[in-house]
């Protein structure tokens, strides 16, 4: 089992050592971040401009149009601007439009815009359209001034027909890693100071979900203070709080669980595991009239709808409920059609030797009829099955094949995009290091998967390397000590701030000391020096060890605290392991 200790193997004070390796200096303060740590939005660029001609717009009940962009943070950096001008002045006209797919900014609507003959007086694009200068201009012939609320990096010329806010653009505004819903949620803040009103207050915690949603870092703490601020139980956002509530048991571990059994598991890693996936697969997967609803739910999730509940025909629901019973469902529709399509890709894959190569690549056809905004998803699978970066793509009539590529998170590659990057055949990478977006002129690829193969020869993706932050064998007798302090700073992992993982070595246990539980049988748990170490979906794992009487196994696994009939106990959550046959050991 290969791993990189990337920190000293630190023997006290393991997760503030840990956090302090990671650049965080005073631990405490940084648990403790709250609204001193959060910048004055004045920092941002323009934001006074912003400012002037939204209120005076809202000021003259003015027409205004808001793009809603097509992730987590788009919804919810759309939502936070939309509550803000209906508490600002409820008899404002708001307008929003919603992509079909996963295109951002104005790219799929500027026709319309141009050709219907609809007057707004201003159109707002929270979390987008930082690139997209040639379209402001073409409102400019409309009349159509343009307010971006956005963090994307962009090198374009702006248009002077927006006003763009933005932190990448913002020389003296530190935190790069905000995301369009704190931008945004920052604008509202900016506001409040201009009209002495306290407003944004309570949209704090849809910028949370934002920043988490779209992977900001848990590093930064103006993110750190936001989620401390904005991520507690109740929520103020009705439907964030309803989809809470429909992934408690996968939150908490218990069927009906009080408040503080929530806030007690609420964490950047439990937000992006449970809720912001049932957003996403809503916006990949949901039709137009369910996007709509959970817009809305976002937005007044309190009013009454009708209920589309089998079986309840006739009766009144309310909105934030009835979306996220849609999104738990659509999820398990995109997963079904995710399934159908990795499958009849896995046959082309084998006619086509296409694992022959170090990068998968696979080329969609008239016959892959799935959406394209599941093909990150597929990628993703693909990617983990074959053990390979991969990359799911389509040849458009320019004669480009744009797609998704994926890498593996634990192999030596560490970042897929910048090796795509580094070879110049690629149109564009755009997006995060082992997850974005990628085009290459179709004439381009056998080039490209020649280079890799020479490239990566030399690199193992089946194996996976991981990087560590304790190495112990089973027999020393701090881990349990480990384990308890690493659990007290359980609230500030998340993105760039992960889960510290230990490596366990020597573990000698015989047949008997293994138990298979759980409903399905599919789960593995065994103790060895008072430590539970115990790995979920372990079919693979369970087959290994049935053969064997001795058994030597090392792990690479997360510290875990479990509660139990207020008793708590030390475990490791296993990630992974290597299995081997102890009597052969001397």
Known sequence: MKYNLVNENFRENYGENILKARGINDVNYFMAADSKDIAHPSLLNNIEKGAELFMSVLNSNGRVLIVVDSD????????????????TNPNTHVDYLLHEGKQHGLEDH????????????????????????????????????????????????????????????????????????????????????????NYADSLIDLAALGIIGDMGSMLSIENRAIVNLGIHYPTENPFFMAL????????????????????????????????????????????????????????????????????AKGTMERLCIES???????????????????????????????????????????????PPELNGLVSMQLSAKYKRPTIVARVNDEGYLRGSARGLNNSELNSFKNYLDSTGLFEYCAGHDNAF??????????????????DLKDYNFGENVYDVNLVR?????DIEAIVYDIDKYYKLWGQNC??????????????????????????????KNGITYIKFFAK?????????????????????????????????????????NGEFEF
Not at 72 to 87: E, F, L, N, P
Not at 439 to 454: C, G, M, P, Y
């Open 437 to 454: 977006g990628a085009s290459i002129k179709i004439d381009s690829l056998e080039t490209f998967l020649q280079r890799s193969n020479e």
């Open 324 to 370: 996220a019973r849609e999104c738990t469902n659509t999820k398990t529709r995109q997963n079904k059609v995710k399934e159908a399509a990795v499958d009849r890709l896995e046959a082309r894959i084998f006619k086509n030797d296409l694992l022959e190569n170090k990068v998968l690549v696979v080329e969609l056809d008239e016959t892959d009829d799935f």
């Open 110 to 197: 500027i026709e319309k815009l141009i050709e219907d003959n609809i007057t707004y007086n201003l159109i707002i694009l929270p979390d987008s359209s930082s690139n997209d200068a040639k379209y402001h201009d073409q409102l400019k012939d409309i009349q159509l001034p343009c307010l971006v609320l956005d963090h994307h990096i962009t090198d374009v010329e702006l248009s002077d027909n927006a006003i763009v806010i933005n932190n990448q653009l913002s020389e003296n505004y530190e935190n790069k890693e905000l995301t369009g819903a704190g931008v945004t949620w920052q604008f509202c803040r900016y506001l409040d100071e201009l009209n002495s009103t």
């Open 540 to 580: 693979d794992m369970i087959e290994e060890l049935a053969d064997l009487d001795d058994i030597k196994i090392e792990v690479i696994g997360k510290a875990s605290v479990n509660c139990w009939m207020g008793k708590t106990s030390p475990q490791i959550m296993i990630e992974s392991y290597e299995i081997r």
């Open 72 to 87: 987590c943070d788009g919804y919810t950096s759309a939502a936070i601007i939309h509550q803000y001008i209906q508490k």
């Open 473 to 477: 064998t089973a027999v020393d007798r």
């Open 244 to 311: 809470l509530d429909k992934q408690a048991y996968s939150i908490t571990g218990k069927v009906a669980p009080s408040n503080a059994d929530f806030n007690a598991k609420l964490n950047p890693i439990t937000i992006a595991f449970y809720i912001v996936p049932l957003i996403n697969s809503m916006v990949r997967a949901g039709t137009m009239a369910e996007k709509e609803r959970m817009y809305r739910a976002f937005v007044d999730g309190e009013v009454m709808v009708p209920s589309n509940k089998r079986g």
């Open 498 to 527: 992960n889960e510290p993982l230990i490596f366990v070595g020597d573990i000698n246990i015989t047949k008997n000391d293994v138990n298979v539980i759980g409903k399905n049988n599919d789960t593995v748990k065994f103790m």
